[in-house]
């Protein structure tokens, strides 16, 4: 049976470029500031569970560091498929590089531009929103955003990679455990609803053993 809490609402957050043309963030840091604004919107204090796929795990182990950092709890931080973040060069897209799309594809598992994609919808204007986003992000400056002091859930994509992922990536950005959890897919595919289907009794697992938190 699927996980169900219907005491625990999950809040999204989305890039500001899906909804307005301003000036994006100009670092991780900048990112973090502005989505922690938007979380504690709903809930100004903690404890906080935090969950990001891809490069939203990045900033997810950020904001649990800065949290932190402020004297909040974070009982909870997972992360699909995301890394840590490392200072240096990056490659630098342009809004019109070709290869923008096929790495949007590689990312999310599947062409946005195709009628069968359930992003579709988003039409002309939502899929030019997406590239500029995706360019956006992948050119954000970014820095080492310390350590997290507690235990780190991480689901590493199983396929589709020469050398396979291990908990060696995060630990030494977590103090507590990295529980690690191979997932028999490719990047793309984590947010499937199969695959979805493995990791969200995990996640329900983990709440339900923390501290104050019922059994169902």
Same mark, same amino acid.
């Given at each position: 049976?699927?996980?169900?809490?219907?005491?625990? +609402?999950?809040?999204? @957050?989305?890039?500001? %470029?899906?909804? &307005?043309?301003? !000036?994006?963030?100009?670092?991780?840091? #900048? *990112?973090?500031?502005?989505?922690?604004?938007?979380?504690?919107?709903?809930?100004?204090?903690?404890?906080?569970?935090?969950?990001?796929?891809?490069?939203?795990?990045?900033?997810?182990?950020?904001?649990?560091?800065?949290?932190?950092?402020?004297?909040?709890?974070?009982?909870?931080?997972?992360?699909?498929?995301?890394?840590?973040?490392?200072?240096?060069?990056?490659?630098?897209?342009?809004?019109?590089?070709?290869?923008?799309?096929?790495?949007?594809?590689?990312?999310?598992?599947?062409?946005?531009?195709? +009628?069968?994609?359930? @992003?579709?919808?988003? %039409?002309?204007? &939502?899929?030019? !929103?997406?590239?500029?986003?995706?360019? #956006? *992000?992948?050119?954000?400056?970014?820095?080492?955003?310390?350590?997290?002091?507690?235990?780190?859930?991480?689901?590493?994509?199983?396929?589709?990679?020469?050398?396979?992922?291990?908990?060696?990536?995060?630990?030494?950005?977590?103090?507590?455990?990295?529980?690690?959890?191979?997932?028999?897919?490719?990047?793309?595919?984590?947010?499937?609803?199969?695959?979805?289907?493995?990791?969200?009794?995990?996640?329900?697992?983990?709440?339900?053993?923390?501290?104050?938190?019922?059994?169902?």
């Amino acid at each position: 049976m699927p996980y169900v809490d219907h005491e625990r +609402p999950v809040c999204g @957050l989305q890039a500001r %470029g899906f909804s &307005g043309t301003g !000036a994006g963030p100009a670092d991780v840091d #900048d *990112l973090v500031t502005d989505y922690l604004a938007e979380v504690r919107a709903v809930q100004p204090h903690g404890p906080y569970a935090l969950l990001g796929w891809s490069f939203g795990g990045t900033v997810a182990h950020a904001m649990a560091v800065r949290l932190q950092k402020e004297g909040e709890q974070v009982e909870l931080l997972a992360i699909l498929d995301g890394f840590p973040a490392v200072a240096g060069p990056r490659k630098r897209w342009a809004y019109d590089d070709p290869q923008v799309w096929p790495a949007i594809r590689d990312s999310i598992g599947h062409d946005p531009r195709t +009628p069968e994609s359930p @992003l579709a919808g988003l %039409g002309k204007d &939502g899929l030019d !929103a997406l590239a500029r986003v995706f360019v #956006d *992000l992948s050119n954000l400056k970014r820095s080492a955003a310390g350590v997290f002091d507690g235990r780190l859930v991480f689901f590493a994509a199983g396929k589709g990679r020469a050398v396979p992922t291990t908990a060696e990536v995060w630990r030494p950005h977590a103090n507590g455990e990295v529980e690690f959890h191979e997932i028999g897919c490719t990047h793309g595919e984590m947010t499937l609803p199969a695959h979805l289907a493995v990791i969200g009794p995990v996640i329900g697992r983990l709440l339900n053993g923390l501290p104050g938190q019922p059994d169902h």
